[in-house]
């Protein structure tokens, strides 16, 4: 599973931002700042802010900023922002439902009938799921603990239970 350039920009561009506790960044500062070229990082914080993520705002004071707190962002709702919906394998489609996706395209498998790893491998999607809307963008961006005032541990190995 890799993650695309754009998402890598994205996470650097909103790490930056939460850095900023609530102060907004140009497209220009933040391309510069973080050597990001400037017209794909514009697409994508237009993105992020269609999403629901950044808020923009024009005039000498604008910019992006962060529309919730570091905390409150899942890296979820980022990867899924700029990649669309995850999934792990085709049986384990976005939403679900194992014959077909959101998208309307179908996801059997042809292996379905006699698959020995269906059951599990849906589990370990959801798991990563779990995890990935668990680790919060002060978690991966550690200066924007500091900045925000909480304290942020991004847990690698399983809880116990």
């Known amino acids: 599973m890799l993650l695309t350039r754009k998402t890598d920009y994205a996470l650097v561009a909103l790490a930056g931002l939460a ?5 907004a960044a140009s497209a220009r500062d933040l391309a510069e700042q973080f050597h990001l070229p400037l017209p794909v990082l514009r697409n994508i ?8 993520l950044l808020t923009s705002s024009r005039g000498p004071s604008g910019g992006y900023r962060l529309a919730r707190l570091p905390r409150e962002i899942s890296l979820a709702e980022i990867v899924e922002a700029i990649e ?3 999934q792990l394998v085709t049986c384990c489609p976005p939403g679900g439902d194992v014959s077909s996706g959101s998208d309307g395209v179908d996801h059997a ?6 698959c020995l790893i ?3 491998v849906g589990r370990v999607h959801d798991r990563l ?3 990935l809307h668990e680790v919060t963008l002060d978690q991966i ?7 925000t005032g909480t304290v942020a541990v ?5 809880a116990t239970r």
């Open 19 to 23: 850095r900023r506790s609530g102060g």
């Open 45 to 52: 914080l237009k993105v992020l802010a269609s999403g629901g």
């Open 84 to 86: 669309g919906p995850m």
């Open 109 to 114: 498998c042809q292996l379905e009938d006699s």
């Open 118 to 120: 269906k059951l599990n």
């Open 129 to 131: 799921m779990g995890f």
């Open 141 to 147: 961006a550690p200066d924007a603990a500091v900045a």
């Open 154 to 158: 991004l847990r690698t190995e399983p």
